[in-house]
């Protein structure tokens, strides 16, 4: 519940600081008095839309401060889906600097616009007559019904279920969509993955086949030039390594008288070594070496087509050739399997399906329980506020689809009057007769689950006498199960407030503010007694605001 509210630089309030209570607390005043600007404060530390001139000094910042004991609201969860730290006692800020700029703060912490208004929709429900529109939607008519059935597990269940069922419906409309397609182009992916199947798609292929090819093509001027070097390190009489030989034995007469002999000795011995292994490679390599016209159409061929493939799919590497082969075969694979998954996503769905009905007759059933139930108290309630002859008639049409909220519509049928016909809410109730079968429906409800605050903004318009205090009671015996605010111009309706409070006006300095107090017994029978008399306080008026008072 709402337990304090500050209000600063905003409108006609310059600095305004109230605690509220449990139980129904009323709030009246004269018309103008600033009812409407206290709800506008309200209302903005709720998330509505910042607009600098409710600044009352342009050069100051307007906050707005509100804390709400939120323990018995089950908003654990919330908190924890928008990433804040959860306190049973929770404060919320709402700042306008004089720039124009708004900032929101829950519990310190910054937070979105959006963020604020979805805990403020938890926290409070403001309702006026403007307000009742939200009576006439089927979605909150079935709300209404599942509270009062205890539905809320078996609606979450459903829900959850309906959501799974929806998703793999699409799945299996998108692979149906995708099996269609691929069933097309399947006999040309599989030729096209036949094709790099075939081709040598190794690291370095290019690079390999090409070198190749430049020693299959030069086979003749290799030929030539590994004989002539063989040649001219072998050549008896003046072979490079015969030469060598000469040298060597020379240095070997010379080894024995110094260091430095013996060292060009040994540089000599390992260039020998070397140059006799490089003559047995070039031998080797000469020996080896032959014309292989058919290797070389061979290798030419290879090269080519890997040449046409990297053309053909427009690439220039051959890794990525390697990746449109998986690709391919990616494709081709899944083809191959669409048929096993459809039928695997099939099943799942007739197996998710059957809950769904289940789970939706469940939830039908509960709610066939309570209608007798709910109609009968509607009937009652209004009978109390000036509608003796209402009815109501609901309905649940069973649809093909799975709604949000079951397998069914609901038609919320309503007349006011003996004789009429019975039609649709939205249609034949008025305003007036929908805010009272809002109060009754909320009055319900209170019984049956935890409901917000709730702050009812001379919702009694266009009422007097015992409606109105009959509404008053009713919302008096709202305040036993929530926190419930009024604002009100009935005498019939304060008076049933466990605490008072009024909005005035008052001008010092040469500006009007606008304030708020809390009445004390004596000075809530005199402001009853005004509000039965006008300013003109009588005997009788406050003798009658002492009756209604007990």
């Known amino acids: ?15 305004l600081e109230v605690n509220f209570s449990k139980g129904m607390t009323s709030i009246t005043g004269e018309t103008g008095a600033g009812k409407s600007i206290l709800l506008g404060g309200l209302a903005l530390v709720l998330g509505k839309r910042a607009d600098l001139s409710t600044l009352k000094d342009k050069s100051k910042k307007c906050f707005v401060d509100a804390t709400f004991s939120i323990s018995a609201y ?29 900032r929101a703060f829950i519990n310190d912490t910054p937070v979105t616009l959006d963020v604020l208004q979805q805990l403020g929709e938890r926290l409070i429900d403001i309702h006026s007559q403007h307000q009742t529109l939200s009576l006439t939607q089927e979605d909150y008519q079935l709300t209404v019904l599942d509270a009062l059935a205890g ?11 309906r959501t799974n069922y929806l998703e793999l419906k699409r799945e299996i409309e998108e692979l149906a969509t995708q099996k269609e397609s691929l069933e097309q182009e399947h006999d040309y992916n599989s030729f096209l993955l036949e094709e790099l199947l075939k081709a040598p798609l190794t690291e370095g292929i290019m690079e390999q086949l090409e070198e190749e090819i430049q020693q299959l093509s030069h086979v003749e001027e290799i030929e030539m030039q590994l004989a002539k070097a063989v040649q001219i390190l072998d050549e008896e009489q003046m072979g490079v390594q015969v030469q060598l030989n000469e040298v060597k034995a020379g240095l070997n007469k010379i080894d024995a008288l110094g260091e430095q002999y013996a060292q ?18 070039l031998t080797r390599a000469l020996e080896q070496l032959e014309a292989n ?9 290879q090269y080519q087509l890997l040449n046409d493939l990297l053309k053909k799919h427009h690439v220039s590497t051959v890794e990525e050739l390697q990746a449109k082969r998986d690709e391919l075969e990616g494709k081709v694979l899944k083809t191959a399997n669409l048929d096993e998954t459809l039928n695997k996503l099939k099943s799942q769905l007739l197996t998710t399906e059957q809950k769904l009905q289940e789970s939706s007759q469940l939830l039908r059933e509960k709610r066939e329980e309570v209608i007798p139930s709910f109609t009968d108290q509607m009937t009652k309630i209004l009978a109390l506020v000036g509608m003796p002859n209402a009815r109501f008639q609901l309905d649940l049409v069973p649809t093909e689809d799975y709604l949000l909220h079951g397998r069914e519509q609901l038609n919320f049928a309503f007349s006011a009057n003996k004789g009429s016909d019975f039609g649709s809410l939205k249609k034949v109730a008025s305003g007036g007769e929908l805010s009272r079968i809002m109060l009754a429906v909320k009055a319900i409800l209170s019984q049956y689950k935890t409901l917000p605050s709730i702050i009812f903004d001379e919702i009694d318009t266009g009422v007097s006498g015992e409606v109105a205090h009959k509404m008053g009671e009713i919302m008096q015996h709202m305040g036993n199960y929530m926190q419930v605010i009024t604002i009100t111009h009935l005498p019939q309706v304060a008076a049933k407030g466990a605490h008072h409070f009024k909005v005035f006006k008052e001008t010092h300095s040469g500006s009007t503010f606008t304030q708020l107090r809390k009445l004390s017994e004596a000075h809530r029978i005199e402001e009853i007694a005004q509000m039965l008399s006008g300013e003109v306080l009588t005997e009788s008026a406050l003798q009658h605001a002492k009756e209604l008072l007990n």
């Not at 089950?74 to 708004?102: A, H, M, N």
């Not at 539905?151 to 279920?161: D, G, P, R, V």
């Not at 060009?264 to 047995?280: G, K, V």
């Open 1 to 15: 519940m709402l337990t304090e509210l500050t209000i600063a630089n905003f409108a006609l309030i310059d600095h």
């Open 74 to 102: 089950q908003l654990q969860e919330f908190f924890e889906s928008v990433d804040l730290d959860y306190e049973p006692i929770t404060t919320i800020r709402r700042e306008i600097i004089p720039s124009g700029k708004s």
């Open 151 to 161: 539905n809320e597990a078996n609606l979450s269940t459903y829900q959850n279920l």
């Open 264 to 281: 060009l000795n040994e540089r000599m011995e390992s260039i020998r070594i070397e140059l006799n292994d490089l003559s047995a490679e």
């Open 293 to 301: 016209p058919a290797r070389l159409e061979e290798v030419n061929g």
